[in-house]
Nanobody, 124 residues
Framework: QVQLVESGGGLVQAGGSLRLSCAATGRTFSSYGIGWFRQAPGKEREFVAAISKSGGRTSYADSVEGRFTISRDNAKNTAYLQMNSLKPEDTAVYYC?????????????????WGQGTQVTVSS
């Protein structure tokens, strides 16, 4: 079992940066791939980025490729999402999620554990 807590959200101007953290409890963090998803009001929850359990494989949504970077530190049981060049359309609640096993899946249905979310608001 793993429990996830996101932090680092906030209000930022367009063009700015934020770094989200996803802290996990439990001793098996390194057994889970981690994904970041986001959900804007009235929209479906969408994939943002994912990283495999070893950190060796990453994947990104086209909308954030080149602006966002996902990483993890298994010694600290924490995953990160560095977000640069933020745009107003990045405004959403951001969730981290854990996938037990190999790979870095992009479907929300492959993830069994979810955090409570952190709000990111980008003003124009």
């Amino acid at each position: 079992q793993v429990q996830l807590v996101e932090s680092g959200g906030g209000l930022v101007q367009a063009g700015g940066s934020l770094r989200l953290s996803c802290a996990a409890t439990g001793r098996t963090f390194s057994s889970y791939g981690i994904g970041w998803f986001r959900q804007a009001p009235g929209k479906e929850r969408e994939f943002v980025a994912a990283i495999s359990k070893s950190g060796g494989r990453t994947s990104y949504a086209d909308s954030v490729e080149g602006r966002f970077t996902i990483s993890r530190d298994n010694a600290k049981n924490t995953a990160y999402l560095q977000m640069n060049s933020l745009k107003p359309e990045d405004t959403a609640v951001y969730y981290c999620a854990a996938h037990y096993g190999l790979g870095s899946p992009t479907s929300r249905y492959d993830y069994s554990h979810w955090g409570q979310g952190t709000q990111v608001t980008v003003s124009s």
